[in-house]
């Protein structure tokens, strides 16, 4: 008859405790391919996003650029506009009829003539702001084509390694998606937030010298009992990493037993030689 397989919470704690350890094994086993990757892949995000903001950079500028043209073409227009009205009333000047109108009309066109002062300054300080967004665009398109060479360089790189490593990790993580199927859930999110929460990713560590295995913080006698008698879980008073014997984690523990140096009787030979002489004369 087949043994029914048990719950993940009806399972003893050493089996539970055997499974958190194969998992983290295995997910350790899958930290040691993302260090091969090294920084690489922090790299490539960190240029994309690079690239991404030199291209919004440039559109930006693009748009401002655009919006600088338009407003020249406007100031154009209002000097063209300006000048008409310049040459109708110098016309006007040619039929005036008495002081008041020539003087009114002299005011207009030396309001006239200041408005298209007054435009072709503003062009001017336009068309320099211009010019300065043309070099920015140009110094932005620059780097942009350096950074999209480096992140295709980056790329690459990364791809080979990747390529190298993915079926090793793939194999990996099915591995690690079944053993948490029979790892009782409640239990697997407090583990993986502790894992989340260590540097080096250790979540369950076993004892080592009387001390934790992930903060190498002293353990006192009794909790260590309390771990190797596996009836409930126990974690580091220090860092909450969960604590297992070696035995448990398949570790063979040499124990060495220091022998006592063994103390040297100093026998004073005087005293020795009176004490039998003190024997023979009460045995006379």
Known sequence: MAKKKLAP??????????????LQTILSEI???RILRGELPLEVEDLED??????????????????????????KTQIDIANNKIATYKEQLENVRNNREY??????????????????KRIREAAALEKNKEELLAQTRTNLDERLQDLDLKKNELDEIVAETKAEEEKHREKAKNLELAIEPRLLTSFKRIRKSCRNGL??????RDSCGGCFAQIP????LDVRMR?????CEYCGRILIDPELAGVKVEKTVEEKPKRRRSVRRGEDEVNENTIESSED
Do not use: A
Request: one cysteine or more; proline letters at 1%.
């Open 203 to 208: 979540g369950i560590v076993y004892v080592q």
């Open 9 to 22: 919470s009806e399972m003893m704690v050493e089996d539970k405790l055997k499974l958190l350890y194969q």
């Open 50 to 75: 690079e690239v991404e903001g030199l291209r919004t950079r440039i559109e930006r500028t693009e748009t401002e650029i655009g919006n600088i043209r338009s407003n020249i073409n406007e100031l």
């Open 31 to 33: 930290d040691r391919i």
């Open 103 to 120: 003087d009114t009309l002299n005011k207009e066109i030396e309001f006239q003539t200041l408005e298209v002062e007054l435009c072709n």
């Open 231 to 235: 009836k409930k879980i126990i974690v």
């Open 221 to 224: 006698p009794q909790r260590q």
